[in-house]
């Protein structure tokens, strides 16, 4: 069954959206995981010290999608940005958006997890940035604050998407 989940992306983002260049996010892994090859497999992974699983059970790297918070492909995201309504024309945060003023929705089309620096050429330019420098300093402007400045190398959510064109009533 799909579902939908809110995502919010910041004014450029939103703009790389609509313009068709941005495809792709990374979001920080909470909490941070460490991860294990297991020992009876390699081909499996043991996500330790994390909520997900309790006592180190061991998944196939091919099932992490199913772990992901933002869903798995097939299900949407819709976008959360600033907004205003006509009644008061004052700026608002995305995270008080409801669904009904959103103008996006994406269909996740692949889920991955991995280091942060580990992101490829062709992944900085579906992030939207047209050098990696670009990326790195747009990183760090939102996620350092947070504690997860580029350096730290932070396990991330990859998550592939495409804007969908047809209209979607959310009421």
């Not at 297991?38 to 180190?56: H, I, V």
């Not at 997890?113 to 992030?127: F, G, M, S």
Request: charged fraction near 25%.
């Amino acid at each position: 069954m799909t579902k939908e989940r809110p995502i919010i992306f910041s004014a450029e983002s939103v703009r790389a959206i609509l313009d068709g260049v941005k495809t792709q996010t990374r979001r920080v892994m909470k909490p941070q995981p460490t991860f294990e090859p297991y020992e009876s497999d390699p081909g499996f992974w043991c996500w330790k010290d994390c909520q997900w699983l309790a006592g180190g059970i061991g998944i196939p790297s091919s099932a992490i999608e199913d772990y992901s918070p933002f869903g798995v492909p097939g299900d949407r995201l819709w976008v959360r940005e600033r907004f205003s309504t006509e009644a008061d024309g004052n700026w608002k945060s995305p995270l008080f958006m409801p669904r009904k003023f959103s103008r996006l929705t994406l269909e996740i089309t692949e889920v991955r997890c991995e280091r942060l620096i580990n992101i490829k050429a062709q992944d900085v330019l579906a992030e939207g940035y047209t050098t990696k420098l670009d990326l790195i300093n747009a990183w760090n402007a939102l996620n350092a604050k947070r504690g997860f400045p580029w350096e730290a190398n932070p396990w991330v959510w990859v998550l592939m998407f495409k804007k969908l064109e047809e209209a979607i009533n959310h009421g």
